[in-house]
T-cell receptor, first 113, second 113 residues
């Protein structure tokens, strides 16, 4: 089935040790998003790619980077994770724009020790 | 600051009752409205999208949109214990690449057997 896949589902890292989360999609959607969701909070958009165009949210820390090497894959890099970066990281896709439905992957739960 | 507001709950209803979830938003230009269900520890799952004023029904779920009042609601008929989850209201505040999907804090629903 077409879907959004995230790996790993759980990631444990040490304070300051770089970590990469991955997302892949078989929907052939143009737009891919990364959200951060902390406990009991709404998902917060970090950035998105519209095809190859990268769009960073103004309040996304520089510690967070993203790569989209092709239509299917998108990566979230956290260069120096802090304790405050522990969260669920959600990848989502939509066909063309924010107006359209966003489909979420299962998420990666990040724990920082 | 564009906002989406929901009562955090918890909203508790008995099995078989109608659950009513409400959401208000701050921008009259908004075009697209979504309800997502999120089980604890899982990613958001689309329940319903609605784009024009009025009601939209899908099985036990009915979304209602009133753009003049900047209000969108979700009714769940014949509530089941499996409906117990957090329901996220999401609003699109723009169009194409310039737009952004903003989530409410979510309403926790508990359906008691």
């Amino acid at each position: 089935d077409a879907m959004v896949i995230q790996n790993p589902r759980y990631q444990v890292t040490q304070f300051g040790k770089p970590v990469t989360l991955s997302c892949s999609q078989t929907l052939n959607h143009n737009v891919m998003y990364w959200y951060q969701q902390k406990s009991s909070q709404a998902p917060k958009l970090l950035f998105h790619y519209y095809d190859k165009d990268f769009n960073n949210e103004a309040d996304t820390p520089d510690n967070f980077q993203s790569r989209r090497p092709n239509t299917s894959f998108c990566f979230l890099d956290i260069r120096s994770p802090g304790l405050g970066d522990a969260a669920m990281y959600l990848c989502a896709t939509s066909r063309m724009s924010f107006q359209e439905t966003q489909y979420f992957g299962p998420g990666t739960r990040l724990l920082v020790l | 600051q564009k906002e989406v507001e929901q009562n955090s709950g918890p909203l508790s209803v008995p099995e078989g009752a109608i659950a009513s979830l409400n959401c208000t938003y701050s921008d009259r230009v908004s075009q697209s409205f979504f309800w997502y269900r999120q089980y604890s520890g899982k990613s958001p799952e689309l329940i319903m999208s609605i784009y024009s004023n009025g009601d939209k029904e899908d099985g036990r779920f009915t979304a209602q949109l009133n753009k003049a009042s900047q209000y969108v609601s979700l009714l769940i008929r014949d509530s089941q214990p499996s409906d117990s989850a957090t329901y996220l209201c999401a609003v699109n505040f723009g169009d194409n690449q310039g737009g952004k999907l903003i989530f409410g804090q979510g309403t926790e629903l508990s359906v008691k057997p």
